[in-house]
């Protein structure tokens, strides 16, 4: 399985208020490329604006800030995942992948000005208080949210631990908007916890995709193995709202249950972005059935590992339509201190599947009977085709495809729960079909 050199790639989507989901290459671009021709025709017209705004404009502005807002003006307008770190917020980047710092525990994107809510990450303050996939966050505190930058709604979230905020959220099947208040944690997340659903039936959670996650993976299912007897029967691989992480990570989940063949390629300008992986020939359970859980909170390296188990015949997708971020974000440390996050690449699933903003369509579609009861009148969870300037699938095709130990052993409800539900019949389905065709 190739290794990534040099840097790591973001798959995680947006920007994370209280989870270490970004991550920055680690060293000055080597390359020495030959410049571009310089537009000179179009520089001589910001020039000219530029001296306008100084002039003419009703007040004095400062060179520094003009400059920077032109730069956060230029990369907002190639895609909703590119962004300018300034030093301040490079550096909350990079103390963020440390997880030292309160936060909410939730993940957020910036649509039209407003601040839209990807996934509430488990056992957070975000997902205690009822935050929701694809909720509008309107204010912050008593400051509204539009013509912020998202760093800076970032940065308003983010805060001491046990320090309060309230958030005005409008959501789609409300008549009114909703007012949370919040309490910053430091947020620890436990990114894979474990349980029976029944004998022989495992059930295995991923809430996101850090370097340490298949390691986790894989130790959770001696665990399942072992109550099971020695040997599964099933298991439900559980990705619903889990936002993303990093690519190595997603990479060395799938090859958990793989023993061959292509796990993902991404795709992109430079060189560095051109990358293969493939799987290594060990199942750690042994070609057991699996079923994987999605929904529209399922995005970048959680599409990654479902649509490598679909496309190899692995698993059986169940649930709903996935956000669709198929795009690679690699953060670029400058000279300044600051720090460019740009999409660099696409990736593609083994049968050459662009999933950006489209998504991976369930082999199965469940939907779930709460959500569905609140979205009788149209609402649904945003997803990255909805985004402001998402990147177009080139193959034409946007409409396919904190916690503690009792929390982390808590067993999932399956009586509560119908998604699982039909998962765990499913693979009793699998089973029985198993059985009577050795038999």
């Not at 099971?228 to 990705?239: F, I, T």
């Amino acid at each position: 399985m190739k290794k990534l050199a040099h840097y790591v790639l973001v798959l995680a989507l947006g920007a994370s208020i209280g989870i270490g989901a970004t991550f920055y290459r680690d060293v000055l671009a080597e390359r020495h490329e030959a410049l571009q021709p310089l537009p000179l025709d179009e520089l001589k017209v910001f020039t000219e604006v530029f001296g306008k705004i100084k002039t003419d404009y009703v007040e004095d502005v400062k060179d520094n800030k003009l400059l920077v807002d032109a730069i956060h003006g230029m990369l907002s307008g190639l895609d909703p995942h590119s962004a300018y770190l300034d030093p301040e917020s490079f550096k909350e980047v990079r103390i963020g992948t440390e997880g030292k710092f309160g936060g909410l525990g939730i993940e957020v994107t910036m649509e039209n000005g407003f601040v839209k809510v990807v996934a509430p990450i488990d056992d957070t303050p975000a997902d205690r208080a009822g935050l929701k996939a694809g909720d509008l966050i309107t204010r912050l505190d008593d400051t509204p949210v539009k013509g912020m930058k998202l760093n800076d709604a970032v940065r308003r979230m983010r805060g001491k631990p046990n320090t309060k905020i309230k958030l005005t959220v409008v959501r789609e099947d409300e008549p009114q908007p909703l007012e949370f208040v919040l309490t910053r944690a430091v947020i620890r997340i436990t990114s894979v916890r474990s349980s029976m659903l029944e004998d022989g039936y495992g059930y295995l959670r991923i809430t996101q995709f850090q370097s340490a996650t298949a390691d986790n993976v894989r130790r959770e299912l001696g665990k399942l193995k072992k109550d099971a007897g020695g040997k599964l029967k099933g298991l439900v691989l559980d990705l619903r709202n889990n936002p993303g992480g990093v690519l190595n990570g997603a990479v060395a989940v799938s090859d958990t249950f793989l023993r061959k063949g292509l796990i993902v390629t991404t795709k992109g300008r430079v060189e560095d972005s051109q990358l293969k992986f493939t799987a290594t020939p060990t199942d750690y359970i042994d070609n057991t059935p699996i079923v994987v859980l999605v929904n529209g909170g399922s995005a970048s390296a959680s599409e990654i590992v479902a649509g490598a188990l679909q496309d190899h015949k692995r698993a059986i997708i169940l649930g709903t339509k996935t956000f669709g971020k198929g795009s690679v974000q690699t953060i670029l440390p400058m000279n300044n201190g600051a720090a460019l996050k740009i999409t660099t690449a696409r990736y593609y699933t083994p049968g050459d599947r662009s999933i950006q903003a489209s998504g991976i369509v369930p082999d199965v579609v469940v939907e779930d009977l709460k959500i569905a009861r609140n979205e009788t009148n149209g609402a649904r969870r945003i997803r990255e085709e909805d985004l402001a300037r998402h990147l177009k699938n080139e193959n034409g095709d946007d409409e396919a495809g904190a916690k503690d130990d009792d929390a982390v052993k808590k067993r999932p409800s399956i009586e509560d729960d119908f998604q699982l539900r039909e998962a765990l019949n499913l693979l009793k389905g699998v089973n029985i079909v198993g059985e009577q065709r050795s038999s």
